[in-house]
């Protein structure tokens, strides 16, 4: 239930930030403050999804489902390519 209450702070808190973020650069007309409201928004995506992973992998195991969906709370790093595989395929490119 903790987990459940923090992943729902960040939802909150990076919604808040988008919010925020974006009065200011649409006011004082700040490409530099708008582009990081673009920034927190992709923050407020991954939030959604460990959101919805921490809320999966609380279910208990059943019958149908022997392990249980504890497995699930992998899924936010699924969300993000890691930066070794997308240098490792912009290098390979090379000649």
């Known amino acids: 239930m903790k987990k459940q209450r923090v ?7 990076n919604s808040t930030l988008v919010v925020l973020k974006l009065v200011v650069g649409i006011t004082m007309m700040s490409v530099s403050v708008l582009s990081e409201a673009i920034h ?3 923050d407020l995506v991954a939030a ?4 919805y992973s921490v809320r999966k992998s609380a279910i208990p195991r059943t ?10 709370r992998t899924m936010p790093g699924w969300s993000r390519p890691s ?4 240098l490792r395929s912009s ?3 090379r000649l």
């Open 40 to 42: 927190s928004m992709i």
């Open 91 to 93: 290098s390979s490119t």
């Open 83 to 86: 930066s070794s595989s997308s």
């Open 48 to 51: 959604i999804i460990a959101n």
């Open 63 to 72: 019958r149908t489902t022997p392990m249980a969906m504890g497995n699930m």
């Open 7 to 13: 992943a729902m702070l960040s939802i909150y808190s």
